[in-house]
């Protein structure tokens, strides 16, 4: 199985930049999403194709991908960011959906 | 406005069945693969699989492969999802997600979830 690895959880000050990484092996070679998910909520994707804002997504988030790990980045972080983010890679020539283990973002 | 909307909670005993569904409404159903993802109490995202909404084929991650069924009524624009021999493992909230056949890859819209509860 493809094993996507990410920090149990972020903190950030209100106003700063948080980083949640991804690394997993070539993730590069995948194509990264990430999602959000407040508590007892569904998921909300973020970031799509490694950088790709879907439309109503705030343009303090974006993403990267290369070598062995996609970013998320979050400027100018807001308490309503509080949430856990996960990523999620696709392999285009296997089709295999995976997803990484989840960070849990505190602004405090 | 895009919408999955999935079915209610169940409760089931070690052992059985269960049969969730995903209506989608604002958009054309056959477009799209309808993907499951599970997330067991307090833990991350796991995907199981997923139906191609236009040919009816399915793929499943190879922990579900032979004990999940997933399939579409196009009629009624719904996707479901069966899956057999439960254990109190297999308590968790299921969503189905949909992703584009085109741009594919990624799951834009998410249903609501439905928990599924193994006990005795």
């Known amino acids: 199985s493809y094993e996507l690895s990410q920090p149990p959880s972020v903190s950030v000050s209100p106003g700063q930049t948080a980083r949640i990484t991804c690394s997993g092996d070539k993730l590069g070679d995948r194509y990264a999403s990430w999602y959000q998910q407040k508590s007892g909520q569904s998921p909300v994707l973020v970031i799509y194709q490694d950088d790709t804002r879907p439309s109503g997504i705030p343009e303090r988030f974006s993403g990267s991908n290369s070598g062995n790990t996609a970013t998320l980045i979050i400027s100018g972080t807001q308490h309503i960011d509080e949430a856990d983010y996960y990523c999620q890679a696709w392999d285009t020539t296997t089709r295999r959906y995976d997803f990484g283990t989840g960070t849990s973002l505190t602004v405090l | 406005q895009v919408q999955l909307v999935q079915s209610g909670a169940e409760m089931r005993p070690p052992g059985a069945s269960v049969r969730l569904s995903c209506r989608a409404s604002?958009?054309?159903?056959?477009?799209?693969?309808m993907h499951w993802v599970r997330q067991a109490p307090g833990h991350g995202l796991e995907w199981m699989g997923r139906v191609n909404l236009n040919r009816g084929v399915t793929e499943f991650a190879a922990s579900f492969q032979g004990r999940v069924t997933m399939s579409r009524d196009t009629s009624v624009s719904t996707a479901s999802m069966e899956m057999k021999s439960l254990t109190e493992d297999d308590t968790a909230t299921y969503f189905c997600a949909r992703e584009h056949l085109a741009t594919a890859g990624y799951f834009d819209y998410w249903g609501q979830g439905a928990q599924v509860t193994v006990s005795s």
């Open positions: 604002g958009f054309f159903f056959k477009d799209y693969s």
